[in-house]
């Protein structure tokens, strides 16, 4: 959710609430001969308010969970949840007149605390990070199929080496894996077939039918090829196979630049469009590690949040039971 212009109407809103709430607060406070008390008629209420505001925060779950119910818009919903969970902090506060008191409300004040401000943290993430997708991650696909993606980028590796140095021994394994990725691979073969890969060499070398007019292969030596094939061999594969594993030169985009330019110069100029389609392949690898990287912390906050949020309702729910009750 952007924090844009939209939430104008919700900030000035919950602001006006704190404000007028705020001055009941101070006027209550000195009115009242034994000080604020929770269990007042002006604390209960604002008790009321607060735990209201929290029961319709967490209804968000339901909502999202049922997206059949047509009560309001998504978005309303999503600002009404920001907004007035937020807005629960200070009613409960004034609610207990800012002492925590026993065990329990002890409890539910630092769980409430920690769940509003790890919400807040959480929006300032949906608000930043997809900024960051855009720009880091210009080639962004859809999360569920970066492994097969992955697969596809070594497999197109494989052929552009392959469409070099000779046969590796490489073609076969990345055929059967090609097949393992499914769905997602023969609609990429589909598009290749309209629109010739990066390694067009190598779509030449497994698929000539479908790109006519595919370059003609050019193999190095044995000599030529050997600073390549190492290179291939014992940095990229690895790289393009286990992208996550720290040390990895390839993994930075400055050092792999810089591997990249010295084997431009000990190669022909007949094998640079080649490298060059492996730069790419590298660097797309790497955008995939990022988004990756940005998926976690735009959903990762979730796993405090959400549990933190359903053990507040519960021991609200008790709370205000137990206080009503004794």
């Known amino acids: 959710m952007r924090m844009d212009r939209t939430q104008r109407g919700w900030a000035f809103a919950s602001l006006g609430i704190v404000a007028i ?44 969970r049922v997206p059949t119910w047509r009560v309001g818009r998504a978005q309303a919903w999503m600002r009404g949840h920001l907004w007035l969970g937020l807005l629960a902090l200070p009613m409960i506060l004034f609610h207990g007149g800012f002492h925590f008191g026993g065990t329990l409300t002890r409890l539910l004040m630092w769980l409430l605390i920690i769940t509003v401000f790890s919400g807040v943290f959480g929006a300032a993430l949906q608000h930043y990070i997809p900024r960051l997708m855009t720009t880091d991650v210009p080639l962004e696909t859809i ?34 894996e090609g097949q393992r990725a499914g769905g997602f691979t023969a609609l990429r073969t589909i598009a290749a077939s309209a629109v010739p890969l990066r390694t067009s060499a190598a779509v030449s070398a497994g698929a000539s039918a479908a790109v006519a007019a595919a370059p003609e292969i050019i193999l190095l030596g044995a000599e030529e090829s050997t600073p390549l094939i190492r290179f291939y061999l014992n940095e990229m594969r690895p790289f393009l196979e286990r992208p996550k594993q720290r040390g990895q030169r390839l993994a930075d985009a400055a050092k792999a630049n810089s591997a990249i330019a010295g084997l431009r110069t000990l190669l022909p100029a007949a094998a640079h469009v080649t490298l060059a389609d492996l730069e790419d392949i590298c660097d797309e690898a790497r955008q995939l590690t990022r988004q990756e990287r940005l998926h976690r912390w735009l959903h990762g906050w979730l796993l405090l949040h959400v549990p933190l949020s359903l053990a507040l309702i519960l021991l609200g729910a008790v709370h205000a039971v137990m206080a009503l009750r004794y």
């Open 21 to 64: 709430s705020a001055v009941g607060y101070v006027w209550y406070a000195f009115e009242s001969p034994q000080g604020p008390r929770g269990g007042s008629t002006i604390g209960l209420t604002f008790g009321v308010i607060g735990f209201a505001f929290m029961i319709f925060a967490a209804l968000l779950g339901a909502r999202k």
């Open 143 to 176: 999360y569920d199929e970066i492994g097969s993606v992955r697969t596809l980028l070594r497999i197109e590796a494989d052929r552009a080496i392959e469409s070099l140095c000779g046969n590796l021994g490489l073609s076969k394994q990345s055929n059967e």
